[in-house]
């Protein structure tokens, strides 16, 4: 089944202990992101990937850091979480065209919550 | 700045009826067109894309793009109380390798 997986779905933890949200796809696809979702606020990208070891920061990238070794992964770090990164993430990947990216493909999302 | 503007509702329409969502865009080079739809606490999924001027249909959803006005519009026919949800338009403008999201349009249908 294609899907996009992320790990794990629920977090809490504490102000500035490093976490790693994994993500991970099955369908080949170029094009990865991150994005957190608050209310009121919508969708905002963190940081995206058009390809292995190809990465740029989105709109909100303070705060997190990626990597892409390797095409199907792409994690989402936080070296030292605040409160303020309390929120509803989404990992999505998609296929690219000339670089474009298209139909979009979300994980099922991960809800951290830092105390 | 490129920006895709939603009303973000909500949009309470009866059982059965059209309910229509509207997504206007700034930049006047865009290219690709999708809705998305948000169940609360859920991942967004895809429930249409379009690319040229004109309506396309599939099943209930109908997606009208008018690239001259800047607007793109979701139509849902016969609507259902399961159709209950936030409505996401993205749009790849013009040399932009990803899409910008709208806030959403929650739509509520009651019986």
């Known amino acids: 089944e294609a899907q996009v997986t992320q790990n794990p779905r629920y977090l809490i933890t504490v102000t500035g202990k490093k976490l790693t949200v994994t993500c991970s796809q099955n369908?080949?696809?170029?094009?990865m992101s991150w994005y957190r979702q608050d209310p009121g606020l919508g969708l905002r990208q963190i940081y995206y990937?058009?390809?292995?070891?190809?990465?740029d920061k989105g709109d909100v990238p303070e705060g997190y850091k990626v990597s892409r070794k390797e095409k199907r992964n792409f994690p989402l770090i936080l070296e030292s979480p605040s409160p303020n990164q309390t929120s509803l993430y989404f990992c999505?990947?998609?296929?690219?065209?000339?670089?474009?990216?298209?139909?979009?493909?979300f994980g099922p999302g991960t809800r951290l919550t830092v105390t | 700045q490129k920006e895709v503007e939603q009303n973000s509702g909500p949009l309470s329409v009866p059982e059965g009826a059209i309910a229509s969502l509207n997504c206007t865009y700034s930049?006047?080079?865009?290219?690709?067109f999708f809705w998305y739809r948000q169940y609360s606490g859920k991942s967004p999924e895809l429930i249409m894309s379009?690319?040229?001027?004109g309506d396309k249909e599939d099943g209930r959803f109908t997606a009208q793009l008018n690239k001259a006005s800047q607007y793109v519009s979701l139509l849902i026919r016969d609507s259902q109380p399961s159709d209950s949800a936030t409505y996401l338009c993205?749009?790849?403008?013009?040399?932009?390798?990803?899409?910008?999201f709208g806030r959403g349009t929650s739509l509520i249908v009651h019986p």
């Open positions: 999505a990947s998609s296929l690219s065209i000339n670089k474009i990216s298209y139909e979009q493909y």
């Open positions: 990937s058009m390809n292995v070891e190809v990465t």
């Open positions: 930049d006047r080079v865009s290219q690709s």
């Open positions: 369908m080949n696809h170029e094009y």
């Open positions: 993205a749009v790849n403008a013009g040399g932009s390798y990803i899409p910008t």
């Open positions: 379009i690319y040229s001027n």
